[in-house]
T-cell receptor, first 115, second 117 residues
């Protein structure tokens, strides 16, 4: 079983729809949770960052973390064609151990927003 | 703008011919990482440097080596590339202590896409 599970999709939605992406994880040591957006043939760019449980909102994006359920979500409101990309969840237990600040990624969900 | 730069963006090599990928950063971050990402898969950590302290992931093949001559530069050497090494190689950096509430965020370069013929 993978440490982080993410449905690869693909997910196709019309412009203006609300998009829900999520990941589950098994390692209870994870404390730092991130969502990265990766356009085709480009490197990942940070979209949202959350420490421990709770919600965080930034414009059209909302990230939620439920550590009790080991479940994280990313919501995109009023989705736009420019949101079409692969969305990767990533998690870290923080500094320490043999892999300093190692990120464990989900497989990524391919999202297409069509006009 | 402070950033992570990778060169080349695309690299074609022959089976068994050594290849070197480079990464440079203007962020002055202490930690640098190399990830391998195959098509439709999650990035997989190969190794990282904390300053000059090198740390290898247990499952990273011996075929992969790395050098970090100074804070700004890091190199990935593939000694004898096989067809299975064709992938996107991502370099990322992280400060030892982050500010602005972004504790464990890593900053990625654009990647180098490696093709092995």
């Amino acid at each position: 079983q993978k440490e982080v599970e993410q449905d690869p999709g693909p997910l196709s939605v019309p412009e203006g729809a609300i998009v829900s992406l999520n990941c589950t994880y098994s390692n209870s040591a994870f404390q730092y949770f991130m969502w990265y957006r990766q356009y085709s043939r480009k490197g990942p760019e940070l979209l949202m960052y959350t420490y421990s449980s709770g919600n965080k909102e930034d414009g059209r994006f909302t990230a939620q973390v439920d550590k009790s359920s080991k479940y994280i979500s990313l919501f995109i409101r009023d989705s736009q064609p420019s949101d079409s990309a692969t969305y990767l969840c990533a998690m870290s237990a923080g500094a320490g151990g043999t892999s300093y600040g190692k990120l464990t990624f989900g497989q990524g969900t391919i999202l297409t927003v069509h006009p | 703008d402070a950033m992570v730069i990778q060169n080349p963006r695309y690299q074609v090599t022959q089976f068994g011919k050594p290849v070197t990928l480079s990464c440079s950063q203007t962020l002055n971050h202490n930690v640098m990482y190399w990830y391998q990402q195959k098509s439709s898969q999650a990035p997989k950590l190969l190794f990282h440097y904390y300053d000059k302290d090198f740390n290898n992931e247990a499952d990273t093949p011996d075929n992969f080596q790395s050098r970090r001559p100074n804070t700004s530069f890091c190199f990935l050497d593939i000694r004898s590339p096989g067809l299975g090494d064709a992938a996107m190689y991502l370099c990322a950096t992280k400060p030892r202590r982050s500010t602005g509430g972004l504790g464990e965020t890593q900053y990625f370069g654009p990647g180098t896409r490696l093709l092995v013929l």
